[in-house]
């Protein structure tokens, strides 16, 4: 047993599985040096184990039956100063695929055992390197897909959120103390503390909890993007437009109403904007059965929605079957799309807007690519809420989402306990249980479940 814990040597590919110029497998625990110096023999004759913390070693790597494999360097860190905390070798090879699966190979007939997905993250948090919600941040910094995105993971990184839930503690805290105080020292003149002042103290709480979940809102679209479903009459255009904005001939374009059947998704980058559309088949009475199960997945897909991009071919005079598909839709933000901008346009916007209260209207066509800008424009005007600084913390994913509503429910049934007149050791109980949620968040106290579900969604290697 090691001064840094007891735990497996674990080894994996960190790199995609995929070839590329250079590839980088990871040993990480107590054994890491001797593992790795089975499958490794340096250019200079230094055995890793004598290696200094961040030094490298040009050498060659070693198959499972000690032939050599490639070449490349060995970087080695040294516990406690490593990721994980724990002796950390790094090994750069060249990316082909048949060399990393050998290395790999190699390092786990030398010992190591193959990494679980996140656990080199997991053990970072266990090691007390990062919080819970700085760990998750690792996965949103890599699966960041614009500027944006990248700007509010590295501030989660960094320990915004964590930050901003502290705040929440430390009040929750002081509420329990004023508690404590005054149940446990009753003789010592401690001034009771009032459930009128308690309600105060409290009411901050609930509204700093409540601030803090409303981020989430963007914290998803952040991490998700828009999700955004084309609707409009068969021949308007729909399939063209998704294919614009996904750049690729996915879904079938013709000219015979009701061709498009399924439900396709796409996740389309749009500058800093990300989207996640869905095309669906025309929404309209219809007999065909394959057509009727790709309305049904319409409808789901509408109700999960952020965005309806709802489509008219502006070169047909507007009929008033082109408000009908509107009427079936949930009330979400909408953009209205008049497209076929490139022949003679039959209506204006003012038209439109007479029709259905729309959150923008814009023209394109969707055939020669015009107009994209506009609805890039348009949609980061409705979503991407520039306002908001990565710093001050916002949630980002469901678990933490959860975490804050329970906190809050706590809090709010404190204060209903406080308003009916009920014991201070109820509303006590009731914030404890208030902080256990914030602690969960934070992973300060944390059941082992909760950890593995959060790192189950890491990709190996990380
Ligand atoms: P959907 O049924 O709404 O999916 O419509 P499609 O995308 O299949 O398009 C129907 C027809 O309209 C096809 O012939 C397309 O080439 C044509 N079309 C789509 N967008 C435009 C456009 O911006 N300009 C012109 N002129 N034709 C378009």
Not at 175 to 195: K, N, Q, R
Not at 268 to 287: C, F, H, I
Request: charged share 20%.
């Amino acid at each position: 047993m090691s001064e840094y814990g007891n735990q497996r040597t674990i080894a994996a590919i960190s790199t995609p599985e995929a070839p590329g110029g250079i590839a980088v497998l990871r040993l990480s625990g107590e054994d890491a040096f001797s593992i790795g110096q089975r499958c490794f023999r340096s250019s200079s004759g230094k055995a890793i184990g004598d290696m200094a913390g961040y030094t490298c070693a040009y050498g060659t790597f070693l198959d499972a039956n000690g032939a050599d494999l490639d070449n490349g360097i060995v970087t080695v860190f040294r516990a406690p100063h490593s990721y994980t905390g724990e002796n950390v070798v790094e090994f750069s090879c060249h990316g082909g695929l048949y060399i990393t699966r050998c290395l790999l190979e190699s390092l786990l007939h030398a010992g190591a055992d193959a990494a679980q997905p996140g656990e080199f993250t997991q053990r970072a948090f266990l090691a007390g390197k990062m919080t819970l919600t700085q760990a998750e941040a690792v996965m949103d910094v890599i699966g960041a897909t614009g500027e944006r995105e990248l700007r509010f993971a590295h501030a989660e990184q960094r320990g915004a959120l964590f930050q901003r839930v502290q705040k929440i503690k430390d009040q929750m805290v002081h509420c329990l103390g004023d508690l404590a105080a005054w149940a446990d020292y009753p003789e010592e003149e401690i001034p009771a503390v009032t459930p009128e002042q308690l309600k105060t103290l409290l009411k901050a709480v609930e509204k700093a909890l409540k601030d803090t979940l409303s981020t989430y809102h963007y914290g998803k679209i952040l991490q998700s993007g828009v999700s955004a479903v084309i609707v409009g009459k068969p021949n308007v255009g729909k399939s063209t437009l998704f294919n614009l904005l996904s750049g690729c001939q996915r879904s079938i374009v013709t000219d015979i109403a009701g061709t498009t059947r399924d439900v396709v998704e796409e996740r389309v980058q749009l500058g800093d904007v990300t989207l996640r559309l869905w095309d669906t088949a025309g929404l309209r009475e219809t007999s065909d059965a394959i057509e009727k199960i790709g309305v049904e997945l319409a409808q789901n897909c509408l109700q999960n929605a952020d965005l309806i991009l709802a489509v008219f071919d502006g070169s047909m005079p507007l009929e008033l079957t082109d408000f009908d598909i509107l009427k079936q839709l949930p009330q979400k933000p909408m953009i209205a799309i008049v497209n076929k901008s490139d022949q003679k346009m039959q209506f204006s916007s003012a038209d439109l807007a007479e029709h259905c209260n729309f959150s923008q209207i814009l023209t394109m066509s969707a055939k020669c690519g015009d107009g994209l800008e506009l609805l890039q424009n348009a949609i980061e005007q409705l979503f991407y809420n520039d306002n908001i600084a990565p710093e001050s913390g916002i949630v980002s994913n469901t678990r933490q989402k959860k975490c804050i509503e329970e906190a809050l429910q706590q809090i709010r049934l404190a204060l209903d306990a406080l308003e009916q007149g009920k014991m201070l050791d109820g509303v006590t109980i009731l914030i404890e249980e208030g902080l256990e949620a914030i602690l969960t968040l934070t992973g300060e106290r944390v059941s082992e479940t909760v950890v593995d579900d959060v790192f189950s969604r890491f990709c190996v290697g990380k």
